[in-house]
């Protein structure tokens, strides 16, 4: 690992970061909430420290596959760290750490609160909430690849190290043309979802923030009832499409844009998809009929529907405490907190398309034992998968089965009961926000434990950048190979040096 390049690129991040640290400032003058030294402190710290780290560090040309690994992970520490200073100046939440834990639960677009209710935060701190999730949901890395070609250098590995599922679509022959090409599309759908909200008589305010944490499949909202807030079926319609939106492959949906619309029910995992969500819903609101928990078919069909589509996306939004609905309905759900959305979305979990995979895996297997002498291929729509996919697949679900016992282990250690525990390390891990019982759509992560917080804001990284993209920096041999940085300082002495 080049260090010293990591560290540069680090700085310039950070820089990118302390701009939009400056974004909500006109929200403050206009609601004047006096959150305008907050935000500018903030900024100023940023571009401090990023620049320290700029002017400080020789930037390396030749960044590889490995030194994506580690631009990734400390890039979304420091931008988390950043990101939580307006959270603590502001005196909105009692620790740094409770600071922390929100601003990487808005980056990593998990949606998960310390805060009790919403409302008491002023204006910009809340606009500054959902922006962590927009600027997460596609991914800060990304973004930067995408307004500034001086991080080209490595641009693929930072773009496979940080974009979600085990293959990564190229749109364009240069990668900072396909993380444009991204943006644009999300850029689009967020501006569409703001206007057809204003449509429906939700404020501009509210418009922004519920449509940055919409797309990005985030579940912040301004308000402790969340979308249930507004009790609008057209509202919940607009956030159900855009949810659903967000949990396709982007790629797909740049295809549609231009015209190939049938590119959709081509691909395999969309079609899987789709499946899994009618059949999710089909179960809860039978199940839901069934005890009665409606007293009828059009509101256990609303609340069931917006439900599992907040939840398979890993959004988090609420119309519904899912926690007092039936058992049956409850582990389906969190079944479905494990499932996630596509690859290439900007949802979280394992992904549709590893678990096709696997099905199919094991499927092949099974016919195996019948006809030992049959020759199988495992194909996703018409491609064949290579076998080095499918035993990455496979390191990918015996990762995440370590990861989340691990992290249930170590949080029921320190006194949580295990419905609480398991939940709120499979809610963080996926990304999702709320899990069951004392972490339940309607409480929130508060009352737990500093280091079970510092946990779970762990999980929550780990699961934004796939496992994978952690698990290696925490190997002795990556270590072993870290080159020490280079200082500006002594390279100009030394270049000075007359030979």
Request: hydrophobic share 50%.
């Amino acid at each position: 690992m080049r260090t010293g390049g990591v560290l540069n690129v680090l700085g310039k991040l950070l820089l990118l970061l302390s701009g939009f640290l400056l974004t909500p400032i006109p929200f403050s003058y206009y609601y004047n909430d006096g959150m305008v030294t907050v935000f500018l402190l903030s900024s100023i710290l940023g571009v401090l420290f990023g620049g320290g780290l700029v002017c400080s560090f020789v930037p390396e040309e030749d960044l590889g596959y490995r030194d994506g690994f580690a631009v990734v992970v400390f890039s979304w520490l420091g931008l988390a760290l950043l990101g939580a200073l307006p959270f603590y100046f502001s005196g909105a939440m009692d620790s740094f750490v409770d600071c922390v834990f929100e601003s990487m639960s808005g980056f990593t677009t998990t949606g998960s609160t310390i805060l009790t209710r919403v409302e008491i935060l002023p204006e910009s701190v809340l606009f500054w909430r959902a922006l962590t999730h927009w600027l997460g949901g596609m991914g800060i890395i990304v973004l930067t690849l995408a307004i500034l070609p001086l991080l080209g250098i490595g641009g693929m590995q930072l773009f496979q190290a940080e974009m979600p599922g085990p293959t990564k679509d190229r749109l364009a022959p240069r990668i900072q043309d396909t993380a444009r090409i991204l943006w644009s599309v999300y850029v689009l759908f967020t501006v569409t979802e703001v206007l057809l909200l204003i449509l429906g008589g939700v404020s501009f305010f509210d418009a922004v923030c519920h449509s940055f944490a919409t797309l990005a499949t985030g579940g912040f909202s301004t308000h402790t009832s969340s979308v249930g807030f507004f009790n609008s079926v057209y509202v919940e319609s607009i956030v159900i499409f855009f949810m659903f939106v967000a949990g396709v492959n982007f790629s797909l949906h740049y295809q549609g844009l231009r015209g190939r619309l049938s590119s959709y029910w081509q691909n395999e995992e969309f079609r899987f998809y789709v499946h899994l969500t009618a059949f999710a819903i089909v179960i809860i609101v039978i199940f839901n009929l069934i005890y009665g928990t409606y007293a009828s078919f059009g509101e256990a069909l609303r609340t069931g529907f917006f439900q599992v589509t907040s939840i398979l996306t890993t959004t988090g939004f609420g119309t519904a405490d899912f926690d007092q609905w039936p058992p049956v309905c409850k582990i389906l759900l969190v079944s479905l907190m494990f499932v996630g959305g596509c690859a290439g979305s900007t949802g979280g979990g394992i992904k549709h398309v590893r678990l096709l995979l696997f099905f199919k895996y094991a499927r092949l297997q099974l016919r195996n034992l019948v006809h030992p002498q049959a020759v199988g291929a495992i194909k996703l729509g018409k491609v064949k998968v290579p076998r080095e996919v499918l035993i990455s697949i496979l390191g990918f679900f015996g990762l995440y089965i370590a990861f989340f016992f691990l992290a249930t282990l170590v949080i029921t250690a320190l006194g949580v009961d295990i419905v609480t525990g398991a939940t709120a390390v499979v809610a963080t891990l996926n990304n999702i926000g709320p899990g069951l019982n004392l972490v339940g759509p309607a409480q929130n992560y508060g009352h737990l434990p500093a280091f079970a917080k510092v946990v779970l804001t762990f999980c929550m990284l780990a699961g934004r950048l796939e496992l994978y993209t952690v698990a290696v920096l925490l190997t002795p041999d990556y270590w072993a190979m870290a080159r020490k940085p280079v200082l500006r300082w002594k390279q100009a002495a030394k270049q000075s040096t007359p030979k």
